[in-house]
Each structure stands twice: as C-alpha cells, then as structure tokens.
C-alpha cells in the first residue's frame, strides 16, 4: 500500500528511509560545525585577566570561563551597562566576587590610554590579555581620533592597548597575549597607501584587512617579546552565532548585503554556526593551555595550529604593520 503524497503514490519505507537520512545528514552537519572544544583543566586562581568586548558574544563567554576557573577577570568595555550587566549574569553562575567592569572604547585613544593608566594604577599583575572586541563590516565611520572604524578598533585600537600594558604583561611572565583575529583576513590585504580606505570604502575589505592586521601584528609582537616570557596567539574562532552582524544592513551593499542575510539567517545559524560557548573554546584554549606555553606567534582554529594565508605570513608586512601603527596611535619608542 503506498503513501498518496502531492497527487503521486510513494512507498513509505521510502519515504521513512529518506527522512531518516536527512536526519543523520543534519545531525552530521550540526556536529561537525560545533568544532574543537579547549579539554584543559587549568585553574587561574590568583592570575587577572582583562578580555575586551567581554559584554556580549565570544567575550562574554570567555569571561565566563575564567571566571569558573578561579581568575580576576577585567571586563574591558565601551558600554557599562553592559558590561554590569554581563558581570551579574556570570557571577549568577560562577559565583565569582573576581569580576571587574572598566571602561574602554577602542574607537578612542584617549580612553585606551585612561584604560591603561587605570589598570597599571589599580593592579599588580596581567597575565592574560584577550584582545577581543571586533567591528564587522559598518558603514564607513570613523573612530574619534579620524581612523576607519574597523581598521581603527580591530588593529590600530588594540595594537594601542597592547603596547601601554606590555611591562606590566612582561613583569607578570610567564603570561600571554591573545588575538582574536578571524578567517576573513583571506579578503583582506594590506592598502598600505590608504589603509583608512578613503577613495573607496568597501566594508568587507576594510575587515578583511584589519583581521589581517590582527594576525601581521601577532607574529611581529611575537618576534619582538622573544625571550621575555610572553606568548602571542592569534585564533580564528568559527562562524559564531553572536551580535556581529549587527551593522550588516548599513555596511554592505546589493548584492552582498542579500548574501550575508541568507549566509547569517535562522536557519544556517542554527544548522552550521557555533553558540558563542563554542565560539570561545579557541580564545579559551590559547589562554590556559599548558603545552602552548613555550610556543608563540602562531594562529589556531577549532583548538588547534594552522596556517594563516600567505599575506598573513609576511614579515616585512608585520615590521611595516608595526611602524605605521606606532606612528598613527602616537606610541613613544620607548614602548616599541
Ligand atoms: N562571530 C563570528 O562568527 C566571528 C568570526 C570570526 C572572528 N570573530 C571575532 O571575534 C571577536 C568577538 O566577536 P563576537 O562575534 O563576539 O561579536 P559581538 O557579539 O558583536 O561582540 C563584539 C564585542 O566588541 C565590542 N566592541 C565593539 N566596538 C568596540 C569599541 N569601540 N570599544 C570597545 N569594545 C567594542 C562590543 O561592544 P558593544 O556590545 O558595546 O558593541 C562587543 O562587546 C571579534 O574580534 C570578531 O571579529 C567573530
């Protein structure tokens, strides 16, 4: 006897079997894309810990890890609120009287460098920096001190950042520093004669490239904290279900903006990207884990070691990365 199915007769061991394997195919899919998962039992008590953008996504996961895992954790964030109202959700579950909200907006050299005053005034020790905060394909503003917004937060705003805490991370050593850099730094290159990107702003190159600054500037920290007990990582962490998309609506234009909406709807996020818990595992996982200690200047994926593209691998591209860098935020070569 056959199953009547839009006017046609079918099997229904057919049609069992069929939806079955769908099943199994999905099921497959979803496993696959929930990715590698940081296994490191490592504790941190008595280690601070500062994470930027920890108020939401990735950052707040990651707060959240270290927090379980006994650390001081330094939410560095533009928007207190937030940031209060990340530090009660997590202390709900942790527990942890560790937490600490201060204010950092990476689109400001000002308040990089108020962030930095503070935390050298107020603690003894850093050993862990995530640099974390992103923003992904915006219109085409500008942070207070006239950089492209992207350009200016992902690189140029943590490459600040880093390098006023840097004695403080060295005195703290064996610490690390970690980057959250991205996949996309493939559509990324460097324009080094219009890294603001002023005659033709294109938003997804624009984060291509400061992804790929991300990474640049990795290695080249790296080389340049050889031998100081301070390791660098830089990590993509997957396709995460966050609030990075945020500014896909005003930043993109026909037809990426159709692409990006059907690549980050409903159904795609809940079938291959990662829950933000996921999302962190990589952060997580360059943060604590005890093997990495003597390695440094390397990008993971999915808890593990790859290789970045051939751009990202470029040396003299990273020492160049490091002199305009220096010379656009104003950093002092006493700092270099
Ligand atoms: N999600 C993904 O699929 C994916 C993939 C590859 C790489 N990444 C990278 O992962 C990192 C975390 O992203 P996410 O997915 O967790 O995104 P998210 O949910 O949008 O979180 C981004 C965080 O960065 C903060 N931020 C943005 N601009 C800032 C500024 N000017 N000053 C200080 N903080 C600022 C945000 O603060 P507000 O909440 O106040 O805006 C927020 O806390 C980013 O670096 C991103 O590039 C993410």
Redesign the pocket.
Known sequence: MGLEILGCTVDPVLVAAYIVVSVVILWLVRKWSDGGWCYSKARLDGKTIII????????KETARDFAKRGARVIL????LA?AEAAVTEIYKETGSNNLVVRK????SLASIRAFAEKIKAEETRLDILVN?????MCPEWKTEDGFEMQFG??HL?HFLLTNLLLDLIKSSSPSRIVN?????HIWGKMHWDDLMMRSGYDALLSYGQS?LANILFSKELSKRLAGSGVSVYSL?????????T?YFNHGLKFPLRYIFSIITSAPIRMLV?KS?VQ?AQTSIYCSVTEELKEVTGMYYSDCAEVKPNRLAQDEESGRRLWEVSAELVGLEKKME
Do not use: Q, W, Y
Request: charge should be positive; glycine fraction near 16%; proline fraction near 2%.
């Open positions: 930027t953008g920890a108020n939401t996504g990735i950052g560095a964030c533009r928007d937030k950092l907006d990476l689109a974390n905060a992103g923003i992904m937060v992902n705003g959250v850099a991205s996949l996309a992804k993509h962490p997957g396709s995460v279900s966050t609030e990075l945020r990207f933000a999302g």
